[in-house]
């Protein structure tokens, strides 16, 4: 009977907290992140005012670096289109596979006896190590590059969705035998939305990584690209631009995982 | 006649513990068997043996005369929580079931008729709702037409309506008795529960579990004839007195197992 009592407390809905609108809410709860912007602003245009006074300063000010961006702004384009060609396939890939072979893994104790030790050797290698061997092996900058991009952020996938098809919900796994799901429909319909969240936090950390990657590739042997923007015209000593090609990345960088943290929220809709 | 559930001096150890031992049931075709027990008891443990969950380490089970060893969709199962799948609409959740009993039909048809199972329930209008959209009650009827539309003679519930409110859980009683009576041939039905009135009101037989390891400390049939009515149970001095000793016998039963502890 408690628990019957417990259960028709738990259906009467919340009204205990006041209404407020929403509005003021959200603009306070930005209020001390957007005055932490206008410091960094503010420290930003003291120094180069008063630090780095030099003609070609280390440190250019905001005005010159806005000024830089708005021009290399179709340079800028090319290059994020260039670097997108690297960065999509290979993390695409690295997503699906890593996806795949790690439901398939985490499911089963004798694979994950069989390849776990393997992995635990594998993954902790830096992926950026294999750089130099990528280019020399591979026939084109491009192909070497998605396979860095690839090698980074396929082990954080794999191993998140293998420990989360390991961790699944017993009831989950039970319904399916009850159910006498076929292994392909377990894995698509139960074990592969079960293991969505930590499918989605392995991705986040692999498309952190991809970036790295990506940009640190470029450094090597690229002619257009993000990390090439800003490697070209730090060697010819083009602060500005070279500060507008860092911001620009971030922005980039920010956009990928913003995009990546909404699909996360449309996709685990049912999650609360 | 064909032969029902039968378990033979039926053992399960895990590890060191001892959770059932000598258990021994003949379930016939049809009957409505209600299980009782403190917590602890087995109760859950017999539940998963007999659908195929899980294996004995002694004794045999046998379902329609085969040994059972694994899961079958002639035993279905409805979970103590509703077990459903959440990212799934109730009708989603009923079409695996269907599309198992029959893996021919066209994603349309099976669609059709996990929604002619819903409406059998009384979901008819929620059937595209996902699972925390509806309430507790709605949930296990959901879980019912799932396991109503793998269509297994053998049907196992594991505290159903534990978690629902007092109103919910007399109306989801009433449409349970409703499909097993209505059903022709009826399924066989194992009803764990920890609610007295509710086995006595549900159950033909009740058999209750107790002791550690856990074994059949009693088994007799209710001696109420069908269709009963809830009040008239209630002015039933054999109904109170049934009431009465069956809860001192599960109360017992768990002193006792306080005190070996």
């Given amino acids: ?272 | 006649m064909t032969p029902g559930l039968t378990l033979e001096h039926v053992g399960v150890r895990l590890g060191a513990a001892h959770v059932l031992e000598g258990v021994s049931l003949d379930v016939p075709v049809g009957q409505f068997v209600s299980l009782l027990g403190a917590s602890g008891s087995g109760k859950s443990t017999l539940l998963r043996l007999v659908v195929g969950l899980a294996q004995a380490t002694s004794g045999r089970l046998a379902w329609a005369g085969e040994a059972i060893t694994a899961t079958s969709i002639e035993r279905g199962l409805v979970f103590q929580d509703y077990a459903l799948y959440p990212w799934m609409t109730l009708t989603e959740n009923v079409a695996l079931a269907v599309a198992r009993r029959d893996p021919r039909l066209p994603p349309s048809e099976r669609r059709a008729q996990a929604h002619a199972h819903l409406s059998l329930v009384g979901l008819a209008d929620a059937a595209e709702k996902h699972p925390f959209e509806v309430s507790g009650g709605m949930q296990q009827r959901a879980a019912i037409a799932r396991a109503l539309a793998l269509g297994s003679s053998l049907l196992a519930l594991d505290e159903p309506f534990g978690a629902l409110d007092p109103v919910n859980r007399a109306r989801l009683q009433d449409l349970l008795l409703e499909i097993w009576d209505g059903a022709s041939p009826r399924k066989t039905i194992l009803f764990v529960t920890h609610d007295v009135d509710e086995a006595l009101y549900l159950g033909a037989r009740v058999v209750i579990l107790g002791g550690a390891p856990g074994r059949v400390i009693s088994d007799f049939e209710v001696p109420f004839p069908r269709p009963r009515d809830r009040g008239a149970l209630l002015g039933h001095r054999d109904f109170h007195r049934l009431r009465d000793e069956i809860a001192t016998r599960i109360d017992r039963d768990m002193l006792d197992r306080l005190k070996a502890a």
């Fill in chain 1, 1 to 272: 009977m408690a628990e019957a009592h417990a259960a028709l407390a738990r259906e009467v809905p919340d009204n205990a907290a006041p209404f407020r609108p929403a509005w003021p809410r959200r603009v306070f709860a930005y209020r001390d992140a957007v005055l932490v912007f206008a410091v960094l602003l503010i420290a930003w245009v003291l120094i180069s005012r008063y630090v780095a006074t030099a003609q070609n300063s280390l440190l250019p000010g905001p005005a010159k670096v806005f000024s830089a961006l708005w021009d290399a702004l179709p340079e800028l384009w090319r290059g994020t289109v260039a670097s997108l060609a690297i960065l999509v396939p290979g993390f695409g890939i690295a997503t699906v596979l890593g996806v795949v072979l790690g439901l398939r893994v985490g499911t089963s104790e004798r694979l994950r006896r069989t390849f776990f030790p393997c992995v635990r050797v594998a993954a902790p290698v830096p992926p950026t190590v294999y750089i130099p061997y990528a280019i020399a092996v591979l026939p084109t900058f491009r192909t070497s590059a998605i396979f860095v991009v690839f090698v980074g952020a396929f082990w954080p996938v794999f191993i998140s969705a293998a420990s989360g098809a390991h961790s699944l919900d017993a009831r989950y796994r039970d319904n399916a035998r009850i159910l006498g799901l076929d292994d392909f429909t377990y894995h698509r319909r139960v074990v592969f939305p079960a293991a969505l969240p930590h499918i989605f936090s392995g991705m986040g950390v692999g498309l952190g990584f991809s970036f790295i990657l990506l940009t640190v590739a470029e450094l090597f042997g690229a002619n257009a690209g993000l990390g090439r923007f800003v490697q070209y015209y730090a060697d010819f000593a083009d602060y500005p631009r070279m500060v507008a090609g860092i911001l620009y990345t971030g922005l980039v960088t920010f956009l990928a995982m913003t995009l990546l943290d909404w699909t996360r929220k449309k996709a685990l809709f049912w999650l609360r």
